[in-house]
Each structure stands twice: as structure tokens, then as C-alpha cells.
């Protein structure tokens, strides 16, 4: 997910010097989102990890 951020974001800045701000506003957006998923996801999966406890294999 971290990728796609990164993709976003770099879309989003070559939009802005290229003048298209449409173009990097909606960029910068969705990389927020995607970022924002992205740490929800491992904030939860941390905690499931943490409750779940380690087993012996």
C-alpha cells in the first residue's frame, strides 16, 4: 500500500509543476486516503497480533 502512496505522490508533484491542479489535488487525496488505510490496517493487525499471543510451533 506504501507503493501506492509513493506512486500518488509523485504523480501529485509532477501534475503541480506541470500546472495541472486538478490533477495533483486529486493525487495528494488519494495518497492521503491510501496512507491513512495503510496505518489502520497495521495498527489493527498489530493489536490482533498482540492479543493473540505467540505460539509455540
Avoid at 509523485?10 to 495518497?31: D, N
Wanted: proline share 0%.
Amino acid at each position: 500500500m506504501f507503493g501506492w502512496v509513493v506512486t500518488f505522490l509523485i504523480v501529485a508533484l509532477i501534475a503541480g509543476v506541470l500546472g495541472f491542479g486538478g490533477v495533483a489535488g486529486a493525487s495528494i487525496e488519494i495518497a492521503k486516503a491510501i496512507f491513512f488505510i495503510a496505518v489502520i490496517l497495521f495498527l489493527i493487525s498489530a493489536v490482533v497480533g498482540l492479543v493473540r499471543g505467540r505460539t509455540r510451533v
